[in-house]
């Protein structure tokens, strides 16, 4: 089966982008199943049910959010009623925190995707629960009970080291892991020792000529000046899609490959 997963999408440029390449992208591809990062899509903050509802008409399987979860107010109860919970928000946000940090998916050919988030804690300023300590109550025993034919956990977080140290000690029980939110893809995707696909980061969808998504002036007034009234708005330039595709077949190898398409990145 083929996987597409694409990086934290920012604001309206980004959501063009994915009108544009998607549909490209599946085809060329034959992609079976679409994870998409969200946490940024509605003006570079949060995300809204419509704009959830946009994404689902384009085809997109599951969305994941992040640290910017709930930016949009109006998502927090939506995240329990939409029609077929497909908001994965991450699963170490603490307890009675609404909506779910993974599902399983039964996919129409018959086979169950497991698609998980979770949050690391380095450089965040959120509460979080211990992601090693949650990742093994909550999901090892599904993984080990062979819940799911193919499982992936998708690692938002800040440090490199974090993530890899994440990718690492899970190496061999996932599918893939794959990182998002720092909106720059790292060129390291490859194959675990034990057998899972991994990269660092998957990088933005969004308009490239700006900081991590957002317009110049306001985002280096801040560093500058420290005054946070400088308002950031998403850069509105035509954006590049950026994501991997991982291939498993039954008994074949796993493989992974980067892409970044559109705007000013062509990889
Ligand atoms: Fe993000
Ligand atoms: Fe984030």
Known sequence: MNFLFIGDLVGRAGRNALHKHLPKIKEKYKIDFTVVNAENSAAGFGITPKIYEELTSLGVDAVTLGNHSWDKPEIIDYINTNPNN?????????????????KIFQH??????????VHTKLFIDIPLNDPFYTLDNEILSLLDANKANYSFLEVHGEATSEKNGIGQHYDGKFTGIYGTHTH??????RILPKG????????MT??????IGMKKDNAIRRMRTGIKSNRLEPADGEAT???IVI??????KVSIKSFQIGGIINN
């Open 184 to 189: 720059i893809p790292t060129s390291d995707s």
């Open 196 to 203: 899972t696909a991994f990269q660092t980061d998957i990088g």
């Open 241 to 243: 899609i950026s994501g």
């Open 206 to 211: 969004g308009d490239y000529d700006s900081i």
């Open 108 to 117: 129409k050919n018959g086979f169950n995707i497991l698609i998980c988030q």
């Open 86 to 102: 497909n908001i994965i928000r991450p699963i170490n946000f603490l307890k009675n925190s609404p909506g779910n940090g993974f």
């Open 247 to 252: 291939t498993k077949n039954f008994d074949e």
